[in-house]
Each structure stands twice: as structure tokens, then as C-alpha cells.
């Protein structure tokens, strides 16, 4: 058996990718309102009922206004700004950066850059 919960956060940055077909959109600068959902998951519940508190989450928010909000997304990762690449980027800094309980673990990070869209990074085991 397992728990799973999930928090979404929001921000808005540009962007442009590179090594698409010539005239393709997304090789223009361009933003979008991201949406970034943090899964997470657990075998047992801790004394007050929860996976996490959510509050605990907090820091994610945090890094995301300071380091990704109204920010040119070229330069704050060093990797391509695709939703994919941007899933895999957080998902590794909140897996060093979010404290859990040994009965907690990040299962998956889902970007959105758009309504339509997601991409998800989970690490294989
Ligand atoms: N697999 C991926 N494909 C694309 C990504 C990506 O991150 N991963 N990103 C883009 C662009 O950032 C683009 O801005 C968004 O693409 P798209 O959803 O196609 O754009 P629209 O919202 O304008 O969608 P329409 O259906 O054309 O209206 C492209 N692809
Ligand atoms: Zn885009």
C-alpha cells in the first residue's frame, strides 16, 4: 500500500529553444505561465495522518520565485529550457533540497508549459 500526494506551483518565465526546424515558433523568445506539480509518495502515514505536510514544501516555492519567475529560463538552467529538461532540473533540486522523513520520498516533478501540455521526469529504479 502507498500514499501519494501532490503540490502545484506557478511561474512565469521566457524561454527559447534552439536545434528546432528553421521558422519553428519556439525558436523565438516567448513566456509562458508554467505550472510545476511535485508528487509525492509514501508506504505509511506519519502521526498526524500525512505523506508530508504540504507547508513542507515550501522551500520549492521559494527557490522557484527566487531562481525561475520573471526570469529568462536560457540562462537559469544550464540545459535546454524544454519542459522536460525543466522537470528533470527540478526534480533533482527538490530531492536534495526538500527535507523528508525516511518514509517519504519525491516520486515525480510535472511541468506545464501550458494548459494542454506536461512533461514528467521520475528517476528510473
Ligand atoms: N516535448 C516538448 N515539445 C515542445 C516543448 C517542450 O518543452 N517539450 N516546448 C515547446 C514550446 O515551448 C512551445 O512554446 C509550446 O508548444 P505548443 O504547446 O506546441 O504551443 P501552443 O500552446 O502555441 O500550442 P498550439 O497547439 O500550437 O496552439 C514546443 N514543443
Ligand atoms: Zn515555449
Known amino acids: 500500500m502507498s500514499f501519494r500526494i501532490g503540490k502545484r506551483f506557478t511561474f512565469e518565465a521566457a524561454h527559447q529553444l534552439s536545434g528546432l526546424p528553421g521558422g ?14 511535485v508528487v509525492l509518495t ?41 519542459s ?18 525516511a518514509t517519504a520520498a519525491i516520486e515525480a516533478v510535472r511541468v506545464s508549459e501550458t494548459s494542454a501540455t506536461w512533461a514528467e521526469y521520475r528517476p528510473c529504479h
Open 24 to 37: 519553428h515558433k519556439c525558436g523565438r523568445l516567448h513566456g509562458h505561465s508554467y505550472t510545476v506539480e
Open 84 to 101: 522536460e529538461n525543466l522537470a528533470r532540473v527540478l526534480f533533482e533540486w527538490c530531492a536534495k533540497n526538500v527535507p523528508l522523513p
Open 42 to 82: 509514501a508506504t505509511e502515514l506519519s502521526e498526524s495522518g500525512f505523506v508530508i505536510d504540504f507547508a513542507n514544501l515550501d522551500p520549492i516555492k521559494r527557490h522557484l520565485a527566487e531562481h525561475f519567475d520573471h526570469q529568462p529560463l536560457n540562462e537559469a538552467i544550464d540545459i535546454e529550457p524544454t
